[in-house]
């Protein structure tokens, strides 16, 4: 795989919001590298993880949600500049970062699209999701948007663990997960597993049918 990156010059010097989140991005990025066995592995050894996370209990939560949202060029502009890139390699990278700042305090995440190269590294995503209740208003899974989803359905645990992700997030207000959702996903939603969800996103989703809409609107009666 190739990656061209373009980078935008804005006029004048960098804010200093900026100028801490990339300082601090390419921090979690180097120490994530150096201790992971050139990602090699789905899983940060512990003692990396640990000391991670409490140098970065003193971040707040503005810049860790700015770190997230640009995480994707921060990798790319750290890592990239000293190893080739691959399919493989990216979403274990971008696994590892979300992991290392993800917070239920966030106000939107964005699950990547580079992730659909990696069951595994979805999986991961998924479980620490599912690991605490959350304040999330907007859950984008981009992951998901592709043309693979299109024709080939998701195996029965990563559907399931998906299903039960929704159960974490009471507070989401707009939920956007292409190509993937279901009947049985509509019929959750309309359970008020999500109780504050106003805009609901599906595109491509082939396994939706006027079943699924009569029971996310409340107007299917089971007998």
């Known amino acids: 795989m190739i990656v061209e990156t373009v980078e935008k010059v804005n006029p004048g010097p960098a804010s200093l919001r900026e100028l801490c989140s990339r300082g601090v991005g390419e921090q979690v990025v180097r120490v994530l590298w150096r201790g992971q066995l050139r990602f090699q592995t789905i899983y940060i050894p512990e003692p990396v993880e640990r000391g991670l996370r409490e140098w970065l209990e003193a971040v707040p939560q503005c810049l860790r949600q700015d770190l997230l949202d640009r995480s ?64 999330i208003k907007t859950l984008n899974f981009a992951c998901y948007k592709t043309p693979i989803f299109q024709f080939q359905a998701l195996s029965f645990s990563e559907r399931f663990l998906l299903m039960n992700v929704l159960n974490k997030f009471s507070d989401l207000r707009q939920l956007i997960i292409p190509y993937v959702a279901d009947d049985d996903m509509l019929g959750k ?27 996310l609107s409340g107007q299917c009666c089971h007998k």
Not at 82 to 100: F, H, K
Not at 189 to 215: F, I, K, M, R, Y
Request: glycine share 6%; with cysteine; net charge negative.
């Open 189 to 215: 939603l309309g359970q008020g597993c999500c109780p504050q969800l106003e805009s609901l996103d599906v595109q491509g989703s082939w396994e939706v049918t006027n079943q699924g809409l009569a029971e």
């Open 72 to 135: 994707y060029s921060l990798l790319f502009s750290t890592i990239g500049q000293v190893t080739e890139m691959c399919s493989s390699t990216v979403p274990i990278m971008l696994a590892s970062v979300m992991e290392s700042l993800y917070s239920p305090a966030l106000k939107h995440l964005e699950i990547w699209t580079d992730f659909h190269w990696h069951q595994e590294a979805r999986l991961k995503v998924l479980h620490l999701l599912h690991s605490q209740e959350s304040f």
